[in-house]
């Protein structure tokens, strides 16, 4: 007898795409955040993700799921939350007893006790997510459909049992987005007790994952779970992995049943600090922590899991959404100024950075000094440009009783850039007030903060604002997130180099080596557009910067520079079409925009047309190739909300036209049947596409130059 088996593949996401009906990148109107209760437990869910907390015996997740893929991603159960008082170690919440930590069977839970070392559940509270952030979306240009994220957030209280730490309250906070498979994590440990106490250290977030792999030898990096985390605890990198300080993936020790045979897999997630904050909370006091967002992903797809990342930070940072057309000025002389104003105004520019080595030093809070730029800023406002500039934070030395005191030797170094000040010093307390005295008296729009707190330990035990090594990068952190939600507050937008934007931060550096800006003119044309390519996966366009050497930057001479302009019009050109086409401002950097009229009018030309399709040029990318130099590159923006669907930009880097058939995605456009597609904005042709969401474009692009199409 013959038996025949049939096998049938098919794709999780597509599936559940179908169940769903639009994929939430797409269309997410219909996905609510909804906080219920059912029996003992809470449920926590907007239809893309679904979190369970049993509150009987104690509170505990008990359940996890990815409702986009139906994953469940919880295997034990852990403690809520965890914290150090006083030295000693304290769960919150969760529950004991269980045999078996690889998975979890449903019918254990009402079997399992409470520790009797546990923080015990009190009750809870729903409301709506409040503002951590203040924000007017009405001050210039943004594409925020929010100025605070939307939906519900749950407030579990917890107490102790017994007298030891009577009058302490541990306040464990989640919240769950709209349209988006988002929760986030964070505690408040409140001090109403007849004595103070010392939070030595915590952990926000415990989970339990399954392990993505199973090596019986430990491997050198370990595959991570379906899920993306961060915090707004983020400094030290232009990119959130690089600045993630608090995300840390550990071997459980009670998951005796794993198969490596050391038990090192590292599949436990806690939320913590690396060191301290070690922080005394006096009796009517408060702590609270950072919060850590986890974004549930779906699959491996690169860049449906970077959308994913991209659609969060337009959530969660709705003002990084604005994205001033800006200029860099190298001068601080009042008739270069007044000109760099008039030309914004003549091509269309909206902003005046006033740049590093112009002369702008904004500690200087002397009448003269003040005077000086508020008729600039003055001058500016009354042409409708907003006008704003440079300070150096990091990266300098101010004496040793000021600065970052390494533990090793006891000297000032060691720090991320060797030598820093530290800002929880009087000398850093009175850099950010004279900062803002200097925003308030000069009415600047803008600070590009050079080398904002890094991350710093500092081991003195002398500085005003903090009492060790354990407390000092809170404290600065502390300071400094204080100091942008100011900013924020006050309309002041944002650059800083590093990655701030959970906290107030608009713009940081796209990527690149500062010393390929002084290579020669078309390296630096592919070398940016790679630069663009690679940083927009986990960035949207509004969220970076890049950069054009109007004048000498990092040396190069004449060869790397623009100037004069009118000189180098082509390569002037090239930089702006697939920087504004890309949707990433640039620091073009130097004492003017234009020399001539031919160079005013191509200036000119560039804004209007990046105005004409802001909209679309600052929607998210669609990766299509990386440049290479030997075939043609390109990218393409998707936003199925707007009257343009898409627009591609195709760039040929090579000396002979390009003409072929290429496959282009329109999936993200969100379009259902066909598609039209318009060379240069002329008339639409319709285009049908596969199963694949593919459609197959005739292009023909010239040598050494590019093309466009937009999508309807």
């Known amino acids: 007898m013959r038996i025949l088996y049939i096998i049938l593949f098919f794709s999780v996401s597509n599936f559940s795409q179908s169940l769903n009906g639009k994929y939430w990148l797409i269309d997410n109107k219909n996905y609510v955040a909804t906080i219920r209760v059912e029996g003992d437990n809470l449920i926590l869910s907007n239809g893309l993700t679904f979190r369970q907390i049993t509150l009987q015996p104690n509170a505990a997740t008990t359940e996890y799921k990815n409702l986009i893929t139906g994953e469940t991603i919880l295997r034990s159960i852990k403690p809520e939350a ?37 923080f015990r559940y009190d009750s809870y509270e729903i409301s709506s997510i409040k503002k951590s952030v203040k924000w007017n979306s009405k001050k210039r240009w943004n594409t925020a459909n929010s100025e605070v994220a939307k939906g519900k957030e749950l407030r579990l209280k917890f107490r102790y049992p017994s007298e030891e730490l009577k009058g302490i309250l541990v306040n464990v906070y989640y919240e769950i987005y709209d349209g ?24 926000s977030e ?49 998951y005796t ?38 974004l549930l992903q779906n699959g491996k797809d690169r860049e449906r899991n970077a959308l994913g990342v991209r659609k969060m930070y337009r959530v969660l940072a709705p003002w990084s959404t604005e994205n001033p057309i800006f200029m860099h000025l190298t001068s601080t002389n009042p008739k270069v100024v007044k000109n760099a104003i008039d030309q914004c105004v003549a091509t269309g520019y909206e902003m005046v950075i006033l740049s590093f080595g112009s002369g702008l030093n904004m500690e200087d809070t002397t009448a003269t000094n003040i005077n000086k730029f508020k008729k600039l800023a003055d001058y500016a406002h009354k042409k409708g440009i907003e006008i704003g500039g440079y300070s150096l934070f990091s990266s300098r030395t101010i004496n040793k009783d000021v600065d970052v005191i390494d533990i090793e030797t006891g000297e000032p170094g060691g720090a991320k850039f060797n030598n820093a000040p530290c800002l929880a010093s009087q000398w850093g307390y009175d850099y950010l007030k004279k900062l803002k005295v200097f925003f308030e008296k000069t009415g600047f729009d803008i600070l590009e903060h050079d080398g904002p707190y890094p991350g710093d330990f500092c081991a003195s035990t002398s500085h005003e604002f903090h009492k060790g090594y354990e407390d ?26 590093d990655f701030y934007f959970l906290q107030g931060s608009n713009k940081c550096g796209i990527g690149y080596r500062e010393v390929n800006w002084s290579l020669p003119r078309e390296q630096q044309i592919i070398l940016g557009r790679q630069n663009i390519y690679d940083g927009t996966w986990d960035k949207t366009p509004s969220m970076a910067w890049t950069f054009v050497p109007l004048t000498e930057y990092h040396g190069g001479g004449a060869e790397a520079t623009l100037e004069p302009l009118s000189e180098h019009l082509d390569a002037y050109a090239a930089h702006m079409i697939q920087n504004y086409g890309s949707g990433v401002q640039a620091c073009y950097r130097g004492p003017r925009l234009y020399d001539t009229k031919e160079t005013k009018e191509l200036v000119r030309k560039q804004i209007n047309h990046y105005k004409k399709y802001r909209k679309i040029l600052n929607a998210d990318i669609i990766h299509l190739r990386r440049p290479n130099g030997r075939t043609w590159d390109g990218f393409m923006h998707v936003d199925s909300n707007s009257k343009h669907k898409g627009l591609i930009m195709l760039f040929n880097p090579t000396k002979t036209d390009i003409k072929e058939m290429i496959k282009v995605p329109v999936y993200y456009t ?21 199963r694949n969401f593919e459609i197959d474009i005739n292009v023909n692009i010239p040598a050494k130059s590019y093309t466009w199409y937009l999508i309807h």
Not at 472 to 495: A, G, V
Not at 681 to 689: D, K, L, R, S, Y
């Open 257 to 294: 049943s794993q198969v490596n045979w050391k038990m090192e897999t590292e599949c436990l997630l806690e939320a913590k600090l690396a060191i301290g904050p070690n922080l005394t909370i006096e009796n009517g006091g408060r702590f609270e922590s950072f919060r850590t967002y986890e």
């Open 670 to 690: 969100g379009t259902s049947k066909e598609v039209l597609v318009s060379y240069k904005g002329g008339m639409g042709i319709p285009h049908q596409f596969n």
């Open 82 to 118: 965890e914290v150090t008082i006083n030295n000693k170690v304290y769960p919150v919440g969760g529950l004991v007893g269980l045999k078996e930590h690889g998975y979890l069977l449903n019918e254990w839970i009402s079997n399992l006790k409470v520790d009797s070392k546990a």
């Open 206 to 254: 415990i989970l339990a994952f399954p392990e993505s792999q199973n090596p019986t030898d430990t491997p050198s990096r370990w595959l991570r779970p379906n899920i993306h985390v961060e915090s707004d605890y983020a400094f030290g990198g232009f990119t959130s992995d690089q600045a993630n300080q608090t995300t840390f993936w550990e071997p459980d020790p009670e």
């Open 180 to 203: 988006i498979p988002l929760i986030s994590k964070r505690i408040i440990v409140e001090n109403s007790g007849p004595k103070s106490i010392v939070l030595n250290s915590f952990k």
């Open 472 to 497: 000092s990068q809170w404290m600065q952190w502390t300071m400094t997130r204080d100091f942008y939600h100011w900013l924020k507050e006050n309309d002041i937008y944002l650059n800083a180099p």
